[in-house]
C-alpha cells in the first residue's frame, strides 16, 4: 500500500504562484510513476503533469506546458507541482497520484493505482 498526501493548496489571484507538495509513504517499490491530476466538482479528472520515478522524465498536458513544472525528490518521498502564471481556469481540487503501469507517463487515469485526497486551488480574477 501506498499513502499520499497533498498540501500546498489555496487561493491566489490570476497570474499568481503555488506550489503543491505530495508526501508518499509506505510500499513505493510497487510504483514507476507519480503525477498530479485536477477535478472540477461535475467534471472528470484530468491528469496534469507525471514523472518517472526512476529516470525523471516528466509529461504535462498541454493546457499546463511551460507555466507549470513537476519534481520530486526521492531521497524524502516528496512530490511538487510548482504552478506559475495561475489562470482562474486551473481553479481545481488537484490530487496526488502514483501507479506502476506505462500508461500512468500518458496520464492516463486508469493506470494509477493510488490517489490523496486532494488539496484546493483557487484562482480569483
Known amino acids: 500500500q501506498v499513502r499520499l498526501v497533498e498540501s500546498g493548496g489555496g487561493s491566489v489571484q490570476a497570474g499568481g504562484s503555488l506550489r503543491l507538495s505530495c508526501a508518499a509513504s509506505g510500499n513505493l517499490t510497487s510504483t514507476f510513476y507519480t503525477g498530479w491530476f485536477r477535478q472540477v466538482s461535475g467534471k472528470e479528472r484530468d491528469g496534469v503533469a507525471v514523472?518517472?520515478?526512476?529516470?525523471?522524465?516528466?509529461n504535462y498536458a498541454d493546457s499546463v506546458k511551460g507555466r507549470f513544472t513537476i519534481s520530486r525528490d526521492n531521497a524524502k518521498n516528496l512530490l511538487y507541482l510548482q504552478m506559475n502564471s495561475l489562470k482562474p481556469a486551473d481553479t481545481a481540487m488537484y490530487y496526488c497520484?502514483?501507479?506502476?503501469?506505462?500508461?500512468?507517463?500518458?496520464?492516463?487515469?486508469?493506470?494509477?493505482?493510488?490517489w490523496g485526497q486532494g488539496t484546493q486551488v483557487t484562482v480569483s480574477s
Open positions: 514523472i518517472s520515478i526512476n529516470t525523471g522524465n516528466t
Open positions: 497520484a502514483a501507479g506502476r503501469q506505462y500508461g500512468a507517463y500518458l496520464l492516463r487515469r486508469d493506470d494509477f493505482d493510488y
